[in-house]
C-alpha cells in the first residue's frame, strides 16, 4: 500500500518556525526516483505549488512567496521528505500536502503528480 504521511503542522505564531516531514511507504520504485513536492490549500482558496525537490534532489524550485523562507529538502535512506519554514507569516495558513511523482517536468504542476499524502495543517497567528 503506498503511502505517504505528513506531519508536523501547527499553531505557531508569525515569524515563527515548523518542520513538515512527509515520509513514504510502499512506493513502487527507489524513493530517490521520484520528485518531492509541497502544496498548500488555504481556507477558501485553491491548492498551489509550494515547492519540489526533483528526483535525486538534484534540482529544487520554490514558489516565490517563499523564496528564501522555506527549505526543501529529502533523506533517500528513510524515504523522507522535509519542509523548513522560517519566518512563517499569517499567509502561509494552510493544509500542507506533499505529492510524489515520477514525472521529469511542469512539476510546479498538481496534474504532473500521482500521489497525495492527507495534508498537515499549518496555522500562523499574527
Not at 513502487?28 to 485553491?46: I, V
Not at 511523482?101 to 499524502?117: A, I, K, N, V
Request: hydrophobic share 35%; aromatic share 12%.
Amino acid at each position: 500500500q503506498v503511502q505517504l504521511v505528513e506531519s508536523g503542522g501547527g499553531l505557531v505564531q508569525a515569524g515563527g518556525s515548523l518542520t513538515l516531514s512527509c515520509a513514504a511507504s510502499g512506493l513502487p520504485l527507489t524513493f530517490s526516483m521520484y520528485a518531492m513536492g509541497w502544496f498548500r490549500q488555504a481556507p477558501g482558496k485553491e491548492r498551489e505549488f509550494v515547492a519540489v525537490n526533483s528526483w535525486g534532489g538534484g534540482d529544487t524550485y520554490y514558489q516565490d512567496s517563499v523564496k528564501g523562507r522555506f527549505t526543501i529538502s529529502r533523506n533517500n535512506a528513510k524515504n523522507t521528505v522535509y519542509q523548513q519554514m522560517n519566518s512563517l507569516k499569517y499567509e502561509d495558513t494552510a493544509v500542507y500536502y506533499c505529492a510524489a511523482t515520477r514525472r521529469r517536468t511542469w512539476l510546479m504542476r498538481e496534474s504532473q503528480y500521482d500521489l497525495w499524502g492527507q495534508g498537515t495543517s499549518v496555522t500562523v497567528s499574527s
